[in-house]
């Protein structure tokens, strides 16, 4: 790497990195501004507050807007290369636009890589503390009041449950079938079910089990029966944004047991997915766009090239939100609405290198 290559790329991470520090500080004061009065409520401690929230919201955030930002901080280092002349320079001396953008492109792609890692493994987990601590101290107690709760349980066992009590972890009017075909071989009924946690199993009262063979029955009943079932007081507890906890392979391990239930809403879960994936080539593209944009120096200055560049970064964030918000309705594939946007700016990209003089 020449020394051109690593001034480019030491002060195009520098001024990302300066802009997700200004950015995020922005929002933390905000944030806290918003909810100072839960705070005040419960009492909440300042190291719970600091650690526990603001350390695991500040990922959360840098992630989530990091398209945007990354596309900026290109933006405002390239035209201020272009403001001094520097790039004009770069050209007299013989280099192509296309060589200029290589430790960009270098760049792009070490933050692609971490921020994959980040998405995949390292803010899920963060996630969880932050998002207990929402619904803990600013969020509503969360009650679960479906009534008559169906589920698959396994490929051809069924529960249902006629009231849940997250607050005892305990279940009403319960029902579990094992069904072949079209035909019903075993149905357990019971007042109710607790969970126990020590066991990890679930505790069956008051139960009647009917088996049937042909034209041969049977019928047990008892007190008391502990079982193991693929449900858990999980499942009934608040699932917003419960994708945001999961790791990559707790994502897709999730995913498979939606689809064995043949549950509703398996589409988010799908898109959080696919978007960790294509949420790094996000980076390189608007890393390259940002540079097309703002490497041409203009007698008005560079304030017109940066306020374009966060037209466009605000654009693109727009129009994968919409596009997410369509595949959440299953109208489009999931996979094919977060590489939409991917896809369409690149096109623009490519028009944009075509058709802007550098």
């Avoid at 300042?46 to 695991?56: G, H, M, P, R, S």
């Avoid at 029966?225 to 999961?246: A, G, I, M, Q, Y």
């Amino acid at each position: 790497m020449k020394l051109l290559d690593r001034y480019i790329l030491k002060n195009f991470l520098v001024t990302y990195i300066f802009t997700v520090a200004i950015t995020m500080l922005i929002i933390c004061v905000i944030d806290f501004t918003e909810k100072i009065d839960n705070f005040r409520k419960f009492k909440v401690g300042t190291q719970e507050i600091l650690v526990d929230y603001y350390a695991n919201l500040i990922p959360y955030y840098a992630n989530y807007l990091s398209p945007l930002l990354v596309f900026i901080a290109t933006v405002f280092f390239t035209a201020r290369m272009a403001a001094r002349t520097e790039i004009i320079a770069m050209f007299g001396s013989g280099i192509s636009f296309v060589r200029m953008l290589v430790p960009y492109f270098i760049g792009s792609i070490m933050l692609a890589a971490f921020t994959f890692y980040m998405v995949g493994w390292v803010i899920p987990k963060a996630n969880k503390t932050r998002l207990a601590f929402e619904y803990k101290y600013i969020d509503d107690q969360y009650y679960f009041n479906k009534r008559n709760f169906h589920v698959k349980v396994a490929p051809q066992l069924y529960a249902y449950i006629e009231s849940y009590n997250n607050a005892s972890n305990t279940g009403y009017k319960f029902t579990l079938e094992k069904i072949e075909g079209n035909n019903l071989r075993e149905k357990l009924t019971s007042d109710r079910i607790e969970w126990q946690a020590k066991k990890k199993k679930w505790a069956v009262f008051d139960y009647k089990i009917r088996k049937i063979n042909g034209l041969q029955e049977s019928f047990v009943q008892g007190t008391q029966l502990d079982t193991t079932l693929n449900l858990s007081p999980k499942d009934f507890e608040n699932d917003k944004n419960r994708f945001e906890e999961l790791t990559l392979t707790q994502l897709n391990d999730y995913i498979a047991l939606l689809n064995l239930r043949g549950a509703d809403g398996v589409e988010a879960y799908q898109i959080e997915k696919y978007t960790r994936f294509t949420h790094p080539f996000a980076f390189i593209i608007l890393t390259i766009i940002g540079v097309i944009v703002s490497a041409r120096k203009s007698r008005r200055g560079s304030g017109l090239q940066i306020a374009f560049g966060f037209a466009l970064a605000f654009v693109y964030l727009l129009f994968f939100m919409l596009a997410k918000g369509i595949a959440e309705s299953g109208r489009i594939p999931a996979v094919l609405a977060v590489w939409l946007p991917n896809l369409i700016f690149s096109a623009i990209g490519f028009v944009l290198y075509k058709t802007l003089p550098r």
